[in-house]
């Protein structure tokens, strides 16, 4: 494999690398391993600034799920090419819809917050280190839109007990109490199931994102 003056893999090759990534999650619905460090410097040929403020970095560490919370930190990286992969987004729905897809929305009436999660789950996996994201949650969050959307796109299934659930600290949490012991409340994480994109979308989306700067001028 042909090396850079830092020994790491040619962009080319670094790209393919991604590619390969993009196309095992649309095939087995499942977010394999990749570097870190290869998928940000991919993602800074497509644009990607990762030199944010360190309160705009903070809030894409491992705690953060919410996709309000989260907009303004991955727009940060990205500028104005977040508000078009949004529209992009939208329009993608908008297609499913218009060939008989029905897409869930969230209270807000929102469609497009399971498919816009996956550049927002790249963008802080390549911002953060170790510590703050690890590589087996950023594999799983991404494997449970993966799956979920598996199940409700491909195979029609949407019943709840069949998705995949994740805990994401700081997120769903609820306070309860045992019976017999009021008063005696306690906290704790709800598992919750992922908003999913179809299958298709993954390597659709990757396709979108590169056309910023890698593979087309």
Known sequence: MAKDGEGRPELEER????????????????AGEIDREVLREVLESCGANFDIEPSAKEKLGREHYSSNALRKSVAAVWGDKY???????????????????????LESGKKHIGFTGLLEELTAYAATDEEEFSATDFATRVTARAWNGYMRYELG???????MHI???GYNTVVYEFDGQEGDTRTGEMPFASLGFPPKFATAAWEEITSWGTKKP
């Open 15 to 30: 790209v393919a690398v991604v590619d390969a990534w993009f196309k095992h999650l649309a095939e087995n619905h499942v």
């Open 157 to 163: 299934d949407k019943r709840k007990d069949v998705r």
């Open 167 to 169: 805990i994401v600290p």
């Open 83 to 105: 508000d078009r992969f949004v529209s992009w987004v939208k329009g993608y729905v908008n297609q499913m819809q218009d060939e008989g897809d029905e897409v869930p929305a």
